[in-house]
């Protein structure tokens, strides 16, 4: 069993910050890339920003300079630090982990359950 949750969703104003995290927990051996997802209404989900085991990173141009994600590899989580956070980031944010679960020969994608970020003046 693997379970991604997400937390640190909330209601924020216009230019303000907000940050999220992830934690996987279960049967992991390890975990290779995790990733921010997001989808708002009536729209299709996309990547926000992704992290992979070394750190190295990846954002949408819609975030860059205002989003930074980070690993901590020892616990299984990523987080989302998000600034200057303007209307159109108001969302559900998805946590996303490409991971190898003990006992397994490959790597699977899981999910988390999503968490509301509702920017709004």
């Known amino acids: 069993q693997v379970q991604l949750v997400e937390s640190g969703g909330g209601l924020v104003q216009p230019g303000g910050s907000l940050r999220l995290s992830c934690a996987a927990s279960?049967?992991?051996?390890?975990?290779?890339?995790m990733t921010w997802y997001r989808q708002a209404p009536g729209k299709e989900r996309e990547l926000v920003a992704s992290?992979?085991?070394?750190?190295?990173?990846r954002y949408r141009d819609s975030v860059k300079g205002r989003f930074t994600a980070s690993r901590e590899n020892a616990k299984n989580t990523v987080s989302l630090q998000m600034n200057s956070l303007q209307l159109e980031d108001t969302a559900v944010y998805y946590c996303?982990?490409?991971?190898?679960?003990?006992?397994?020969?490959?790597?699977?994608?899981?999910w988390g359950q999503g968490t509301q970020v509702t920017v709004s003046p």
């Open positions: 992290v992979s085991s070394d750190g190295s990173t």
């Open positions: 996303n982990a490409n991971l190898l679960r003990v006992g397994s020969p490959y790597y699977s994608d899981y």
């Open positions: 279960g049967n992991i051996f390890r975990i290779n890339v």
